[in-house]
C-alpha cells in the first residue's frame, strides 16, 4: 500500500491549522499582540484590529472544526472549470467526521474554549 504524502501532509496541516485556531480564542492577549507585529500595526491603532478579532473569533472559527457540506460545496464548485465531473460530485462523498466526532462527544473540544 503506497502511502500519499501530499494527503498527509495536508491532513497534518488541517490538523494543526484548527489547533492555532483554538489557541487563537483562548489567548487573546497574545493573539491581538502577534496580529499587531505581523500586520504592523503600532501601539494604540488597534480599535480596528480589536473588531477584526472578534469578528474573527466569533463568527469565521467554529469551535468544533469538523468539515461542512457547504464548504465541500464551495470547493467542488471552484473545481468544476478543471474537473467537469464535480458539477456531479455530491459534496457529502467528500466529508468524513468519525475522527472529530467522537471528539466532541467526549467533551474534548468543549474543554478546549473553557
Avoid: H, W
Avoid at 484590529?49 to 464548504?71: C, D, F, K, M
Amino acid at each position: 500500500m503506497a502511502i500519499d504524502l501530499i494527503t498527509v501532509f495536508d491532513s497534518c496541516e488541517n490538523e494543526m491549522s484548527k489547533a492555532s485556531e483554538s489557541v487563537f480564542k483562548r489567548n487573546k492577549d497574545d493573539s491581538m499582540r502577534i496580529l499587531m507585529k505581523k500586520m504592523r500595526i503600532e501601539k494604540g491603532k488597534e480599535t480596528y484590529l480589536e473588531r477584526s478579532y472578534q469578528l474573527y473569533a466569533t463568527q469565521y472559527i467554529e469551535n468544533i472544526p469538523a468539515p461542512s457540506v457547504n464548504g465541500a460545496k464551495t470547493v467542488l464548485e471552484f473545481l468544476v472549470k478543471d474537473f467537469p465531473k464535480a458539477k456531479n460530485a455530491d459534496p457529502n462523498s467528500f466529508i468524513d467526521n468519525s475522527l472529530i466526532k467522537p471528539l466532541e462527544e467526549s467533551g474534548f473540544i468543549k474543554a478546549l474554549y473553557q
